[in-house]
């Protein structure tokens, strides 16, 4: 059965300011030494499986030129703009409408735009189990992460009894634990991190949308059946503009049957604050890593990210420093979530500019 | 008697990199909010005790714009330029055999052009008795510094009696001491800070570098006779660059009879590092010293001084951070004397530009 794939980028990526802005968030940013950007890095390890025609792109509208400078191979029909931000649930039903005019039934592939992945061989062939169980079984499959430690920040999957083709059934959702829980779930070993990552036939998805949210299937119809024609792009912002902001866990897979996940172990990282920088990047001996012109004096466990200036870094330890030319960051390592709260007071202070 | 003064201010100030350069230093910039630069305030902090017209600045050659621009009312011949840096003893030499051209005799007070006075009135007072003292008892008079705690990073100068108008004998010039030593010292209640700022009469001085310096008395005095003359800058040039490099602690002070220390409690801070910046600036309840365009996120006891760009502080804690248009520094409070070995790397990496 054919196989889609559906990049979702139309993430803000708040937690990467001041590299990242609302006019180039993350997944538009490189955050690795080797200069590519997270989105063409997802593009690329999915080449193995999935022909660059049939990989979507279903982003904001305002980062439509971003898209096609970055992965010029990427069919510009296959672009697909939201003209709105509605979160993932009216995201995936307008692509499922897109695809479907392309394909009888194919599977589709439901991928975020600006993770990592470590060990890109077992993430193809993870997706490649999902893929045949999502085909065989008309099933929804979501790739579950085995979990490392007791993360808060992650929802987590609790799943069940094996199937054939080694996906376990799903028992639940659940939402970010506290540390007691989380810990709970990790001691369990009955739990895996949600990563976001969904694999599920057309008709799967399709149909799961007009069971649990007929007027977001109504909707996506009218835009697919709009593809392609003089019409679109106004049937497009008429029908999406009027969905409700709905997350497709919350919208489907807490309610729908037949879920099961796939426990992939893949050097998965979500890259979800300036700390995932060392993670992701080779650290000198005293564990800083350091990127640009930068003099590091007796500092240690120290990121500095530069920019077109000198930076010098001096006695520090676990520090963040990101320059960019019209703002700099200087950021505890245990701080690093409250980046959120410069773009807060910067908002007020009505300086869009900067955000 | 008349008094003049002499303003040294030929430092180089590196350890307030990036905002001192090899081109503008310390005694140039401003560190305070009101915009006065170190060299205006110890101009203005003499007026009430001598006269404009009296005040001497001697500097490096490469400073006399700099010194220009910031203290246009300063007698233009009062503007003393080092054709080369040879510490302080050549420099007061040059400074007294030139002002021994104008007066007979006259008192003569060495300071340095970066410290900061908290208390002008009793400055100004001590300053007075300083003077008094060197034209009745031909002494070499020292002003002390009542010491507030065991500061490891200045000399000391150990007193004795109490001879009349509340001078004191000095029995030594000690170095830096390690902290044992500077505790017992504190302790002995017979230490003061070494402050490095003299006062004498010309005929005393120049009678003591004859004795202790008589090579650099020779030279002094031809510089002195070629002042005001067209061959001035040629003797100047040829005369001063022979000098060797002494300061005048060693050259002069610890081996001159007639020394004595007037103990000062003005609010005296020598500006050593960034560390001094909270100490001579108002903080916020955070206890954080902030100047530019800053946003601060649960940061306490951290310096900001910023310049052209937004400076974000997420979580820092005893942290400086200093913005310039070309390089940024990012300091431990614990590290501020390593600013130097920033500057010692950019000088390896031949980045003249940025020293």
């Not at 802005?21 to 997802?42: A, H, V, W």
């Not at 030129?65 to 191979?73: F, I, K």
Request: glycine share 6%; hydrophobic share 40%.
């Amino acid at each position: 059965m054919k196989i889609t794939a559906v990049i979702m980028a139309g993430g803000r990526g708040e937690r990467f300011w001041p590299k990242s802005r609302n006019s180039c968030p993350k997944q538009f940013l490189s955050l690795t030494s080797d200069g590519e950007t997270m989105i063409q890095k997802t593009v690329k390890r999915l080449l193995p499986l999935v022909d660059m025609n049939d990989i979507y792109i279903v982003t904001n509208a305002a980062y439509k030129t971003l898209v096609t400078d970055q992965l010029p191979d990427i069919p510009e029909e296959n672009i697909l703009s939201e003209p709105a931000a509605r979160n993932t649930a009216p995201c995936i039903a307008f692509a499922a409408a897109v695809i479907n005019r392309k394909y009888d039934d194919a599977v589709m592939m439901v991928l975020p735009s600006d993770h990592l992945i470590g060990l890109e061989d077992i993430y193809i062939n993870t997706l490649k189990k999902a893929a045949d169980v999502a085909a065989k079984n008309s099933s929804l499959v979501t790739i579950g992460i085995t979990p490392e430690y007791p993360e808060t920040g992650y929802g987590y999957i609790n799943f069940g009894a094996e199937n054939e083709n080694g996906a376990y059934t799903v028992e639940r959702f659940v939402e970010k634990p506290d540390l007691a829980t989380a810990e709970k779930y990790l001691a369990s070993g009955k739990y895996l991190w949600n990563s976001g990552m969904f694999v599920w036939k057309l008709s799967t998805i399709l149909e799961n949308i007009r069971s649990f949210m007929p007027d977001i299937y109504e909707g996506a119809v009218k835009i697919g059946e709009a593809f392609g024609t003089p019409q679109f792009n106004e049937v497009l912002v008429r029908e999406f503009t009027a969905f409700r902001s709905e997350s497709v866990d919350f919208g489907i897979m807490e309610k729908a049957e037949n879920i099961c996940t796939i426990p992939g172990s893949f050097g998965w990282d979500d890259v979800g604050s300036w700390l995932a920088v060392e993670r992701i990047n080779k650290t000198d001996a005293d564990k800083n890593y350091i990127s640009g012109d930068v003099i590091s004096v007796e500092s240690s466990h120290t990121t500095v990210c530069g920019g077109k200036r000198l930076i010098a870094a001096v006695g520090l330890e676990d520090i963040i420093i990101v320059d960019t030319d019209d703002a700099v960051l200087v950021c505890s390592k245990n701080n690093t979530q409250d980046v959120k709260k410069v773009i807060a007071q910067l908002r007020e202070q009505g300086r869009n500019e900067l955000v």
